[in-house]
């Protein structure tokens, strides 16, 4: 029986907590802390009325290690599962270090600043958490998270070696909005305005943003275009899966999205340096996230489904191999059971079974760890109970799903 700290009341936020006190054997006490205590209240009491589980909330700003110190220590959580934004993760870790509690995340670090993200700064800090013999877990959502999970099950149980991975990730859900994005705008834009980016033989691939598009045919979705994307779980696979020769991800965007995102940056609205206007500073691409629709605010108009999976190909016993891996999830569904859309319960969901796991000391490392470095099989078991139930095609190795 675990104490927990969640901090972020977004819509990932929500997610953790329904899930946390869903799970009521693991989870004996449940905190959630973010920067809008209101957000955090409307989510305690929704959880108390569907759950009938009563939750504590704080507020706090994860951008002050103090802060932080003085609530790890209020709330004597065993834990800490971050959901807040990827600025936070460097603080909240430090904040868990000096504190000696356990740490988890769904997204790596981003400097405001500059739109790279990159495990180098997480990664850094190993050292220290394996000298006060504590864990942080890198990256528990669904991709990363999941999709790491699906590769170390594909490398434990039906390959020698993995030398192809393609990530796959297809949100067919249609919201009724000319443009919004599922999950916070600010990350979600910063994310596809990056350039495309693949590793092969040994070597990054940079690509012009949305420059390579394949179609694939995505099961129980259909045919959909999909774009050619830097993501970060690229980063750690490359360097755990040893023999690998290539990975790369995908994910679908309709036409009319890719319209709106190229007018904006047209005129300069995707821009994160400020520009001063009528005497005040703003960021553009601030103004552009206030005036979208809050992606919590999707969830009760959010029809269809999501499909997320890997591709993996090598060999088995001198033979060449291949397998799909994938999850299929279901907007309305979703909002049904914890009142948020699929990409909120697609990140929660893995997020509390990492936390759950480490709860119940089935994967309890000190340092920081990234998915695929731990045993697959509690966390595929967990995937099925939790929600997310996942599938797997036997592939022959010239068959593919892309539409040619
Ligand atoms: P939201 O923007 O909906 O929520 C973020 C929450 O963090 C908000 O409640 C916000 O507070 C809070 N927050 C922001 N800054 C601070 C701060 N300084 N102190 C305290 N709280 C703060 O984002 P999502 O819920 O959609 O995403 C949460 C995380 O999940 C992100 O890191 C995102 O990148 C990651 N993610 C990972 C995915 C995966 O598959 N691995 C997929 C999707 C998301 P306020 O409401 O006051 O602004």
Redesign the pocket.
Known sequence: MSRVLI????????VVAHKCAQNGEVFSHITL????LS?CEEIRDEIEKMQNVRIDTEQ?????VEELVRLIKKVDPYMVI????????LTIMDACLLTGVHYL???NYEHPDSAKFEYKEQWAKDGDFKAKNLMALL????????TNVFCAYALKHYFDEIHYIDILDCNAGDHGYAFAT???P??NIREVNSKGRYWENGEWKETEPMEIKMVWDYPQIGPKDSYLLYH?EEESLVKNIKGLKRIRFWMTFSQSYLTHLKVLDNIGLTRIDPIEVDGCKVVPLHVVKALLP???SLGPRTKGKTNIGVVCEGVKNGERKKIYIYNICDHQEAYKEVCAQC??Y???V??MIGAKLMCEGKWMEPGTINMEQLDPDPFMEELNRQGLPWHIIEMDPDATFEVK
């Open positions: 901090i972020g009341a977004g819509g990932v936020g929500r802390a973010s920067r809008t957000k706090v700003d994860a951008d002050n971050n959901v807040a934004l990827p600025y936070q993760d995340d769904t997204a990256g528990s959502g669904f991709d990363p998270g999941v599922n999950f916070n600010e990350i970060e809050d992606p919590a990409v909120s697609t990140t929660g893995p997020a």
